[in-house]
Structure formats: C-alpha cells, structure tokens
C-alpha cells in the first residue's frame, strides 16, 4: 500500500506527496500530458526533441546538470508515446535544489538558436545510430505504419523521419512548449524523507508563480477497426531472419487490458513459458521468441516476436506461433499456469513498491490516467482475472484480419572463390 497526500496549486499543477522515512533521499518526478501521439503529422519527433531541449537549460540556470551534482543529485527523462517523464533524485536535505530546477524550467526553458543546433544534431545522431544504422533498428519505423493507418501512434517516438528534425524552427519549438509544457498539463510527485506541509510550501514558492498557461484538450483521430491481414517483408543486412506479429488490442483503460497483459507472460516469461517451451526447447525453430504489450494509453499493440533458427522457413515459423495462439482460443489457461503467472505480476508490483523513483513514476502515471490511487489497486485487478476472461479475449484480438506481419530477410552474401 503506498500512502500518499495530494494538492493542486491555482495554477493546476496537481501535486502527489509521497512521505517515505526509510530512507535518506527524495525523488521529485514531473510528469508532462504530451507524447509523441500529440504532435503535428508534419512535425513529428518534437517531444523526444524537448526532452533533449530540457537539459539544454533555462534561463536562470545555464547549465542543469551543473548545481545538481554539487548537492549529490542525479536526473533523467522519457518520452513514450503518451507521456514525457523528468525526474531527479538527491538526498533529502537538498529537495529545495530540484523544486527550482525544476520550476525555472518550466516557466523558462532557454530557447537560443545554439540550444536548438546541439540538440538537433544529438537526436539526428540517436536516429541514424540506433534507428537506422543497427540490424532490426528501424522495426518501429515500418512497425508502427503498418498497424495503425489514422491513429498518431503510426511513428515512434524519435519521429517519422530525420527530415522534420532537422526543419524544426526556433518558432514551431517555442509553438510546442506554450501549448504542453505548463502547470495545467503536468503532475509532480515528490517522495521520499520528506513532509507534506514542506512539500506544500515549497510548491506555493517555486511553482505558484508560473502561469497556469492555456488547457490543452486532446482530440486524435481514432484508429478504424482493421479489417484484413497486412504483411510486409523486407530484406536487410541482419543477421538471422526475424518475425514480427502485431495485433490490435485495448488500451491502458479498456476492458481486457489486463487480460491481454497476463497473455503475454503466459506466452512468454520465463524459460517454462509457452512460446518458449514448445518453440525454442521442444520444437527447435526459434533461437528466441518473446511477447509483449506496449501499455498504450489508446489502442495499443500486442507485438509477437521471435527469430527463427536459419534451418526453419518463414513459412513454418509463423505457422508455429498461430498454433499457439489457437491452443489460447480453444482451451482456458489451466488454472495452476495462471496462478504461477499471478504470482510472479504480483513480486513484480511488490518489488517497485520499494523503489522510491518507481513509486514516484507509478504515482504520477495513475493520476494522469485518473486517479494515483489506482496504483494500490492495480495487483487485485490480475489477481481477479479467469481463464475464461484470458480465452475470451485471445479470441478477440488473436485473428488473422487484425494481425499485422513485418518480415526481415537477412540477406544472403554470396561468397565467390576467386
């Protein structure tokens, strides 16, 4: 059970105190209402680009990582798909440090033609080198537009393409803070060895003072039901073949999320999961195969990867994995695998209850979706659901016309003797 008080300043910052005296330090985590589902289809990759942006530092503070270090602090950040996320932990004593760091930049990021160039080339770097230049790098880039055809989550994250970063003005930037960066669409968690009532004066002294900035109501084009298999295939220099499945499934606060999110342990968590059991140890034609979900606030994606072995054809592989779909369709999960798979959810809620900067995240994201104290309820939630809810719901999504398949051929290199 994590406990927690909650406030919201005039201004609409909503903020989370979270008193935890075990230990010496404190956590302050901002969460931002923006993603990359809210950018312009035209300028795509602007809020992983701020992110890189908020580090450049603000107008009062040049350097940001600088007077954090000095008082044993360190910080980071994320941009999903959904949310942007900056935290800072540091030991307790020096909180006061990470509210002003915090607050400066949010009433004033630095915005300089220099800040933008650096940072510009930093993201186009992350691009070629982890997106385009790696075997498998770009599967988000050909993924995601393959799945969703209206719905903004058809780009990932670092964007559609390097040319919008590299056309990102100074103007179109600043565009982008007015409209999310404001108290009105952010949530701050603060946790560790502190108090509600110095949260609370800290928060009136650093962030009151910000204007509240205009409401930002989201409102994106809903993605239309698919109605027929989609498949690409594209040859690459990688090094084994590889096959991607992606369905169509609810969102974060749709029925039959934590349905599906279970499936993807029962198929693949752990080495006595099922894809692995029967397709890499039983069968040998996978070297590997996973599962997974990717958690989206929308619609999101049930993604079924695995790289079969070099001796197995594309054709067996696949055939192989909707066999294993089909036993889920036809035959509730005995109730022995689904209490194992129960079981090991809730160590893993138990274990980032004793993360301070985990229960800060989960804090801030459970507010966002509507309530912070979702988090504590969150396990029963597993705990309650049957086998016949599982079947039911593998039913629904696991059909050949709401499947998406992205094939990489690795390439054959011709070896001629001279």
């Keep these: 059970m994590v406990k927690f008080n909650r406030f919201t300043l005039d201004n609409g910052l909503r903020v989370i105190v979270h008193e935890d005296h075990t230990t010496p330090m404190a956590v302050l ?5 923006v993603g990359a589902r809210d950018e312009d289809p035209g300028q795509t990759g602007f809020a992983h680009l701020f992110e890189h942006l908020m580090f450049g530092g603000s107008v009062n503070i040049p350097q ?39 607050s400066d930049r949010m009433l004033s990021l ?47 994250t670092i964007g559609k393409e390097i040319k919008h970063i590299e056309d990102a003005r100074i103007e179109d930037v600043k565009a982008f803070f007015k409209k999310h960066y404001n108290p009105q669409n952010a949530i701050m968690v603060v946790g560790g ?28 084009p809903q993605e239309p039901e698919q109605q027929k298999e989609r498949r690409e295939t594209v040859t690459a220099k990688v090094p084994l073949n590889d096959v991607y499945i992606a369905f169509h499934m609810p969102g974060r606060l749709e029925e ?43 619609r999101g994606i049930f993604v079924i990867e695995g790289k079969p072995l070099e001796n197995v054809t594309i054709e067996t592989a696949e055939a192989a994995i909707w066999e294993e779909l089909e036993k889920l369709k036809q035959q509730p999960v ?36 509507g309530d912070a104290d979702w988090l504590n309820k969150e396990t029963d939630k597993y705990l309650a659901i049957t086998s016949e809810q599982i079947q039911k719901q593998a039913q629904a999504i696991f059909r050949k016309d709401n499947a998406s398949t992205l094939i990489y051929l690795a ?7 001279s």
């Design 29 to 33: 985590n901002i969460l931002y209402d």
């Design 64 to 102: 940001y990582d600088e007077p954090l270090q000095r008082v044993g602090g360190e910080n980071n950040a994320f941009t999903s798909n959904d949310v942007t996320n900056y935290y800072i932990t540091l030991p307790a004593a020096n909180i006061e440090t990470a509210f002003w760091l915090e």
């Design 110 to 156: 630095a915005f300089s033609e220099k800040s933008l160039e650096v940072q510009r080339n930093v993201v186009i770097e992350e691009f070629k080198q982890r997106y385009l230049n790696q075997p498998y790098g770009d599967v988000w880039l050909r993924l995601r537009p393959l799945v969703y055809k209206k719905h903004p989550y058809q780009w990932a």
């Design 193 to 220: 060895d502190i108090n509600a009532e110095q949260v609370k004066q800290l928060a009136e002294k650093w962030f009151a003072p910000i204007p509240a900035g205009e409401k930002y109501h989201r409102s994106l």
């Design 256 to 298: 039959g999320y934590y349905e599906i999110d279970l499936v993807s342990d029962i198929l693949s968590r752990g080495n006595s999961s099922r894809l692995h059991r029967t397709l890499v140890k039983d069968k040998q034609l996978f070297s590997e195969i996973h599962a997974y979900n990717m958690g989206s606030f929308d």
């Design 334 to 369: 005995p109730a022995n695998e689904l209490t194992k798979v129960k079981n090991k959810t809730e160590s893993t809620m138990v274990f980032s209850e004793m993360s301070l900067l985990d229960k800060a995240m989960n804090l801030a994201q459970f507010e966002l979706l």
């Design 411 to 417: 390439e054959k290199v011709d070896l001629v003797s």
